[in-house]
């Protein structure tokens, strides 16, 4: 492994910082702190990037800002509802419990919303190279960061109204994207299958080579720097009187001044002892991953029709995606990770699928598809950081710059406003 070029720079006031969760977001925002010159302790019930940011599709997508839920879906979900291999399914012993959230969720599809909150993905997707580029240095970098552009893909020739929203939100921020026929999919992609009928090459979007190694590396360039990064499960955040005292981990307690909520999709276990409600819920997502596939496309492909991705990484070809609504406790259903391989069989008619792998992961999602980044309100010295849902490999390194601005007392380069955790 390479380390980065990273010094710790004396902050105005050290502090003690503890960062519950060693997924992508709370090692970009410990990376950030410790540069701060903080004394900083991440602490996972896992090893650094084995939760959900070890499974994704490795898709860094600056140029990619579109929320979820967005006009014109909510005629299409009773037909992925009523198929029950479709792209999104609930199960129905936990609509109870979901319900709420997919109301608030059909709701942010409003158009005016969706403007908004286009703007603020873009605020924190758009530095997203820059900013990787700051946490790993130059080596790791290009080491880890694929700059090929991403290819998107569609099997019909006119597109839906979605697609019509987000080529204009893309036209309007001035996005570099190139549409191609059948014909100049196949010179791009050979090893597709003939069937695809309209294409979108976003050059300045790319991908990682490995999400876990990413990962793993940032956790040792972190130790490397001073940081740490333990193995324990955090039971509790001990306030005193002026603040933080301890985090409470089943290996032992951890005196702190300042803690960041970094935990993906089970933050709200831990926070909600603060009495803050935040509509966190689970989007559960399957990976497949093909140790020896054969010929692989040049770049990763987002192929719409089939709401999946294919993603060529250093160790073999990822196919990723569906929804599932079943909260964090379910056990995988492995039907979901099936439908990603016959899809992909489809696409990509040499594919070799021997040693194929599943997993299931969680993507912590909020309604509107922003991550919360803020302090806890009146809860001094707390601060969260979770919440990016289909992006978070994207959003997490501008995530870990603002939320290091945010400890330091500076201005961050963006609005954060849409990003409070007080907007519900
Ligand atoms: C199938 C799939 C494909 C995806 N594809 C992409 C993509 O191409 N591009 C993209 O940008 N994003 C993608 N994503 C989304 C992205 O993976 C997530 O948004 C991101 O990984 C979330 O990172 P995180 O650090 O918040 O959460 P996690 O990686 O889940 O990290 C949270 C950590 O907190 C730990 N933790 C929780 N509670 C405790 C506790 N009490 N004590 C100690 N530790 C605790 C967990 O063990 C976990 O390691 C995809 C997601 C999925 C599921």
Not at 193 to 202: D, K, M
Not at 292 to 315: K, L, T, W
Request: charged fraction near 20%; include cysteine; glycine fraction near 10%.
């Amino acid at each position: 492994m390479t380390t980065s070029s990273f010094a710790a720079q004396p902050a105005a006031t050290p502090r003690r910082v503890v960062v519950v969760g060693a997924g992508i977001v709370g090692l970009s925002c410990a990376t950030f702190l410790r540069r701060d010159g903080h004394d900083v302790t991440v602490v996972d019930r896992l090893g650094p990037g084995e939760g959900t940011s070890f499974g994704n599709a490795g898709m860094v997508s600056p140029d990619t800002f579109t929320p979820i839920a967005m006009p014109g879906m909510l005629r299409k979900v009773p037909k992925w509802l009523s198929d029950p291999l479709g792209p999104l399914a609930v199960r129905w012993s936990y609509l109870p419990q979901a319900l709420p959230w997919l109301i608030r969720w059909i709701r942010a599809g409003r158009l005016d919303r969706v403007e908004e909150l286009a703007k603020a993905l873009r605020a924190l997707h758009g530095p997203a190279f820059a900013n990787y580029r700051a946490l790993l240095g130059p080596d790791g970098f290009s080491d880890l960061i694929r700059l090929r552009g991403q290819l998107y893909l569609w099997k019909t020739d006119t597109p839906s109204e979605t697609d019509r929203i987000a080529d204009r939100l893309r036209r309007e921020q001035g996005v570099r994207c190139e549409e191609i026929g059948p014909d100049e999919i196949r010179q791009m992609e050979p090893t597709l299958a003939p069937g695809f009928r309209r294409g979108l090459y976003l050059p300045d979007n790319g991908s990682t080579a490995n999400p876990h190694r990413l990962c793993t590396m940032l956790a040792h360039n972190l130790r490397g720097a001073g940081g740490r990064v333990l193995q324990g499960s955090v039971t509790d955040i001990e306030m005193g009187a002026d603040g933080v005292r301890r985090v409470m981990t089943d290996v032992g307690p951890i005196d702190a001044d300042i803690v960041v909520v970094a935990a993906g999709a089970w933050s709200v276990r831990l926070t909600k002892r603060f009495g803050v409600r935040l509509p966190l819920e689970s989007e559960r997502g399957y990976h497949v991953m093909l140790p020896n596939p054969g010929p692989v496309p040049n770049r990763s492909i987002s192929h719409r029709s089939g709401s999946f991705s294919i993603s060529p990484m250093e160790h073999g070809l990822r196919l990723a995606g569906t929804v599932e609504i079943a909260g964090l406790d379910a056990p995988p259903d492995e039907r979901r990770a099936q439908i990603l391989l016959r899809q992909a069989r489809e696409a990509l008619p040499t594919l070799n699928t021997e040693g194929a792998q599943t997993w299931m992961g969680h993507r912590p999602s909020f309604p509107d598809s922003l991550p919360v980044i803020d302090r806890a309100p009146g809860v001094p010295g707390v601060f969260f950081a979770f919440g990016h849902g289909h992006t978070g490999l994207t959003g997490a390194p501008t995530t870990g710059r603002v939320l290091a601005d945010l400890v330091a007392g500076r201005t961050p380069a963006i609005d954060m406003r849409p990003y409070r955790a007080n907007r519900f």
